[in-house]
């Protein structure tokens, strides 16, 4: 499945991509492939924002806004002014995790 | 003095025994499931019993382990690790279970618990590095939002390899070597797992439902004289129908057919079913609905916009909604919910007057 095209946030920049391979390791979306010992985007609009990879690449090629994808941490955001995160914790409004 | 009193270290029900280690005791975990651990996973899955069900961070031991074995990372979320638990069976392994404030991992990580710092700072506590002679760890793949490898390397010399999304493919994980098939390293959203969080979108809308309903019921039990009881009840019934209706279109039908339903868009799926579902209940109300065109109108706009609502709700259980995506459609969406929201409710007034002939 996949969701809007032509908004993630995922920017790459495969000069300074070392051919780690921890992209493809931490992507659930099967956004990367390897080729000639590099990661390449195969469909950015995959691509869900969770931020793996860039949290996990050491050389800086990877970069995104990441956050959550659940309308309802997104509303308390806006409403509260804070950042979009899951409410699960805070009680038993949050409905997303 | 309450606090003097020595209280022994109760043995968690889940746990069969312990085993000894360089560093002490460990509680050794079973791999079944009793019929406490079913129960709390069905309860865990409708409504708020989620919050704390929750196991002790620390170090766990499954079957035999020596010094040579797997260590896995889990969260403290009871569920989390009841299923890796389950799935280690006949596996001689470590389990660290890190403090998450009894969230699941991937929610955790997306939060902050399940982090580089917390993990880093368990496994010193349980003197991981005396446990164990290797020097590797496995962490969930959904953990990698929150652990970063290298630092945890740097800091404890040990190698983490993000394991496989779902805990049932451990073992062939493992038995490849530590490497993962596309498959195993891919999440995806099958109809059973939608079903399952339903309850979660249901059951919180349901509890603002009374609300609803006792606006709708005072609507039309309002008369000139007062509030009359048949008047509410019978002008109101149809709409509390299709109220339901309208949840069911957009946090039930909706998501279970999410696949099927056309567009990318949630606001656009959860409006299609809305109509869709209202179209199939609706003239089983006959005339109550279709005699006045005020509410005629009223209905047709509010009820597919609700279930356009609620449907935008279910993105926060998918696995593949990204925050991009779903600003773009509340961006859109709120101001049209208010406006619907709005128009119907001064299409109701105008039917309540004139009901009344003030005009």
């Known amino acids: 499945m996949k969701y809007l095209l032509n908004v993630t946030t995922l920017r790459y920049s495969s000069e300074k991509c ?19 010992k590099r990661a390449t985007i195969t469909n950015t609009d995959l691509c869900m924002e969770c931020g793996a990879c860039a949290k996990n690449c050491d050389f800086g ?34 409905s997303c995790c | 003095m309450q606090t003097l009193k020595f209280v022994k270290k109760e043995v968690p029900y889940y746990c069969a025994g ?33 919050m704390n069900y929750a196991v002790a961070p620390g170090l766990y031991a499954v079957g035999e382990p020596t010094k040579d074995s797997d260590i896995f990372v889990s969260a403290n979320y009871k569920l989390s690790f009841d299923i ?51 020097r590797r760890i496995i962490v969930p793949q959904l953990g990698a939002v929150g652990v970063n490898a290298a630092e945890v390397q740097k800091k404890t010399g040990f190698r983490v390899f993000f394991g496989p999304v779902q805990a049932k493919d451990i073992p062939s994980y493992v038995k ?60 109101g019934m149809p709409f509390l129908a299709l109220g339901l209706n309208s949840v069911l279109a957009g946090a039930f039908l909706t998501p279970v057919l999410l696949p099927f339903v056309p567009f990318r868009s949630f606001a656009i799926k959860g409006w299609i079913i809305g109509l869709l579902s209202m179209s199939a209940v609706a003239p089983l109300f006959g005339p109550a609905v279709r005699g006045e065109v005020l509410l005629l109108v009223a209905s047709w706009l509010f009820f597919p916009a609700m279930s356009s609502y609620m449907a935008l709700q279910f993105t926060g259980s998918t696995t593949f909604t990204g925050m991009s995506g779903v600003k773009k459609e509340l961006k859109i969406g709120i101001p049209l919910y208010l406006s619907v929201a709005g128009i119907s409710l001064v299409l109701l007034m105008i039917y309540k007057i004139r009901e009344w002939g003030i005009l």
Request: net charge positive; aromatic share 8%; proline share 4%.
């Open chain 1, 18 to 36: 070392a051919g780690c391979g921890r992209c493809l390791e931490v992507c659930p979306r099967g956004v990367f492939e390897m080729r000639d």
């Open chain 1, 61 to 94: 090629a990877l970069s995104v806004n990441a956050g959550v994808g659940c309308a309802a941490a997104i509303i308390t955001g806006l409403l509260t002014g804070s950042e979009p995160s899951c409410g699960c914790s805070d009680g038993d409004s949050g």
């Open chain 2, 18 to 50: 312990e085993i000894s280690t360089p560093v002490g005791k460990v509680f050794r975990v079973s791999s079944d499931w009793s019929r406490a651990d079913y129960w709390g996973m069905i309860k865990s899955r409708v409504g708020a019993f989620r």
């Open chain 2, 84 to 134: 890796l638990r389950h799935e280690l069976k006949g596996l001689n392994a470590w389990v660290l279970v890190l403090d998450t404030k009894s969230i699941n991992v991937w929610c955790a990580a997306g939060k902050g618990t399940f982090s580089t710092n917390e993990l880093i700072s368990r496994m010193a506590a349980v003197k991981l590095d005396i446990v164990v002679t290797h």
């Open chain 2, 176 to 235: 490849a070597g530590y490497k993962k098939t596309k498959d195993m390293s891919t999440i995806r959203f099958p109809i059973m797992d939608r079903i399952i969080l339903t309850p979660m979108e249901i059951n919180p809308a349901m509890k603002k439902f009374p609300w609803f309903a006792g606006a709708v019921l005072i609507l039309f039990g309002l008369q000139p004289s007062g509030i009359l009881f048949k008047s509410a009840w019978s002008g």
